[in-house]
């Protein structure tokens, strides 16, 4: 398929600079498989849109402040760390990073610094703290910023609020440099009501990196590279989703990141097995989706791999309209935006 196959126009107004307040008063669209209307709804609607014995697998990551300005020598150099490569070595985006050469080293904070172990193409490099992994996410978290994607707007050094609201509720594994969006839009209060429904919930973890951002370039998607980004799926998760479908329950994947993970650990016939590792998979339009039947998500970037994930669960042009929709209705897209409730498209 060609890049702009996947491309559309969105005003720059609808692009959400703050996110909901209560998390679960943003708005839902939800999107039938077989065509139909587009409903209306908000997040709050999610425990009547669901049924009994649906299962939810969420994301657990936790975002570290991985957005780091430091100086080499006179020049001022910001880092955005992407994936950890243990014993305190982290690839990197660093900007500028034309100047840069290996053996160099960055000063971060007194007590922080870092040598360029790799220079890499198109601004990547590898990062070498001299610290063990501990230290270093103590370090990060007294230096480092949270690591907002570029089309939030925010002031030299951030805010102090986007440390609580680029995060998760239910976050407890650290190791994310972008936060599994989706699950934004949880509060205490809606997994009461959910509970409440019979709809469990399981927990799985895929550290999402910055190549989440990273523009597509070829035209021809199929040349496109992912990232690497580490996940686990637990025994206990596995047989929670084993138990769900067993039961017919819907498996209603909350984000891409949850979707890809659970499609990485999936064998041949579909079933989610125990797994960890690193994955690249690259869901387009084309790919069968086997794992979940429902996907929780919010609006994504024209021409993005998350666009193309979404195209590729409910089919191109179903979504080509539900955005189109979500447009005029006005919907907020992005990280700190609206949501979606996707059925799965049939094969």
């Known amino acids: 398929m060609r890049l702009s196959d996947f491309d559309f ?8 600079e703050d996110p909901a307040r209560p998390r679960d008063a943003a708005r839902l669209l939800m999107v039938l498989a077989g065509g139909g209307e587009f409903q209306d709804r908000a997040i709050r609607d999610l425990p009547g849109l669901l049924r009994p014995g649906d299962l939810l697998v969420l994301n657990d990551t936790r975002v570290i402040p991985a957005r780091l300005r430091g100086r080499r020598g006179e020049a001022a150099i910001e880092v955005t760390l992407h994936k950890a490569e243990g014993a305190g070595r982290w690839r990197a985006f660093a900007r500028p990073a034309k100047r840069l050469k290996t053996g160099q080293r960055i000063a971060f904070a007194p007590e922080l610094s870092a040598r360029v172990a790799e220079k890499n193409d198109a601004g990547e490099i590898l990062l070498d703290f001299g610290l063990g992994d501990a230290a270093l996410i103590a370090a ?23 440390r609580a609201d680029y995060q998760t509720v239910y976050a407890s594994r650290e190791g994310a440099v972008a936060a599994p969006t989706a699950g934004l839009h949880f509060t205490p ?40 980004e580490w996940g686990e799926v637990s025994a206990a998760s596995a047989e929670a989703i084993a138990a769900a479908r067993a039961s017919g329950g819907r498996i209603v994947a909350v984000g891409t990141t949850s979707l890809r993970l659970l499609e990485s650990a999936a064998g041949e016939s579909g079933a989610v097995r125990a797994w960890s590792g690193e994955t690249r998979l690259f869901i387009t339009p084309g790919y069968i989706v086997r794992t979940a039947d429902m996907l929780l998500t919010n609006f994504h970037l024209p021409r993005s791999t998350l666009f ?24 907020r897209f992005f990280s700190y935006g609206d949501a979606c409730l996707l059925e799965r498209a049939a094969p």
């Open 308 to 331: 193309m994930l979404v195209s590729a669960f409910a089919g191109l042009e179903r979504m080509k309209a539900a955005y189109a929709h979500a447009i005029a209705k006005r919907y």
């Open 189 to 228: 209060e809606l997994f009461a009501a959910l509970e409440a429904r019979g709809i469990a919930r399981t927990f799985v973890t895929l550290h999402v990196g910055a190549g989440t951002f990273l523009p597509v370039k070829t035209e021809d998607v199929s040349k496109h590279v992912m990232h690497a």
């Open 9 to 16: 126009e969105l005003p720059r107004e609808l692009i959400a």
């Open 140 to 162: 990060l978290g007294r230096h480092g910023e949270m690591p907002l994607p570029p089309y939030i707007k925010r002031p030299l050094g951030g805010e102090a609020g986007d």
